[in-house]
């Protein structure tokens, strides 16, 4: 296993850190506790010793399971990362509330590395309000947590204001060969790293979309490498980055953990061809999109309520990726049915302010019939 020293801690985590947000289950719905032990105790003994839960993943059961599972091993031989649910805090009270209880959740005196989970302009501006950050600082003077970090989810902007405000221990991003100008993107990248805060990252393979690849652009990965799964090229791009020290996956399959660990354990970063084929790769990729759609939100606030951006968001993913079992689930739960294209009531106001020149109207109509269709057609397999 690959191993990185932390910016200016003494840790040496390995480079491929385990994600316990997305364990195997059952039919309904909890962890399957044995074939998950079965995986965390293969990644430990195989050198990864970077474990990170959240105390909402898997409904609120990661943490305790994550606990009693790694509590057979030396608590000295592996690293528990932790996040504070900023958008339940409302006082002091709150964060003391569930800190305590995710230290008798996770059977531990202390947390390795703390974060404040899924930042952004709002709730950085309520914890910055309520201290927070303070109450964070006085558990490090305490023992209780080692290092304090955050995890992002918003423009760079707020990244910067962010990652500027304090000292940090490191932080957490979104990043991959596909999200370089999105959220924090390789500017945020850029700026972690001149400032010496290392960085964890968090979707290497963009929930999984770099992992099932349009047949075109799989068949030149294939043959570039017959050996390689098509995951194991995002995951060598973001580990190529000397500032990514810890790089996240959710395994949610023994295979899964398997690739990933024959990746990391005798890690080879992308050569100057590759990270050529890879620009190019993407720029095909990019190709696909159905629209021009930047996301930049001239066209709101429609008067039907439309979420333009993010109707077009959905659509121009499943153009990229062709994925129909994300862009179903994305379809269903990511938008409210009365933000869809289909509550559109062809005014033309988003198309007189929009700076892409989309024919917005016709795009909306097109995009819920293609995206409807993609729910049916997976509705009609599955029976």
Not at 37 to 65: C, P, Q, R, W
Not at 139 to 162: A, N, P, T, W
Request: net charge neutral; glycine share 6%; proline share 3%.
């Amino acid at each position: 296993m690959d191993y990185r020293k932390l910016g200016k801690t003494n840790v040496s985590a390995s480079l491929l850190g385990f994600g316990c947000m997305r364990f195997p289950t059952t039919k309904g719905g909890e962890i399957n506790s044995a074939e998950a032990e079965k995986m965390l105790d293969l990644a430990y003994s195989k050198g990864i010793n970077y474990f990170d839960t959240a105390y909402v993943y898997h409904s609120g059961k990661s943490e305790e399971f994550v606990g009693k599972v790694l509590s057979k091993y030396e608590r000295s031989s592996y690293y528990i990362a932790d996040k504070l649910p900023c958008w339940m805090i409302n006082s002091l009270d709150d964060a003391q509330r569930i800190f305590n209880e995710q230290l008798q959740r996770l059977q531990t005196d202390y947390i390795d590395f703390y974060l404040l989970h899924s930042l952004g302009k709002q709730s950085w501006d309520k914890m910055v309000e309520i201290c927070v950050p303070e109450f964070c600082e006085n558990l490090k003077k305490q023992g209780k947590i080692k290092y304090l970090g955050f995890s992002f989810h918003d423009e760079y902007k707020v990244f910067e204001e962010i990652l500027t405000s304090r000292e940090w221990d490191f932080c957490q991003i979104q990043l991959n060969f596909m999200d370089i100008e999105h959220q924090a993107g390789m500017k945020g990248y850029e700026l972690a790293e001149r400032l010496g805060v290392p960085l964890v990252i968090m979707e290497p393979l963009k929930g999984g979309m770099l992992a099932s690849l349009p047949e075109d652009i799989t068949a030149e990965l294939r043959k570039a490498n017959p050996n390689a799964s098509i995951a194991s090229w995002g995951l060598r791009w973001i580990g190529s980055l000397p500032n990514v020290k810890v790089v996240l996956s959710g395994m949610s399959a023994m295979e899964q953990l398997e690739d990933n660990l024959s990746i990391y354990s005798d890690f080879k970063p992308l050569s100057d061809e590759e990270q050529q084929m890879i620009r190019r790769l993407s720029e095909a990729l990019r190709s696909k999109m159905n629209n021009g759609c930047t996301g930049c939100k001239y066209c709101l606030p429609c008067p039907a309520g439309v979420n333009i951006p993010k109707n077009f968001s959905i659509w121009n993913e499943y153009g990229m990726y062709q994925n129909k079992r994300i862009a179903a689930w994305q379809w269903k739960n990511n938008i409210d049915d009365k933000r869809k294209a289909k509550n559109c009531v062809s005014c033309g106001q988003c198309e007189e302010v929009c700076p892409q020149n989309i024919n917005i109207r016709e795009d909306l109509s097109r995009l819920q019939k293609e995206l409807d269709s993609v729910v049916e057609s997976l509705k009609a397999s599955s029976k």
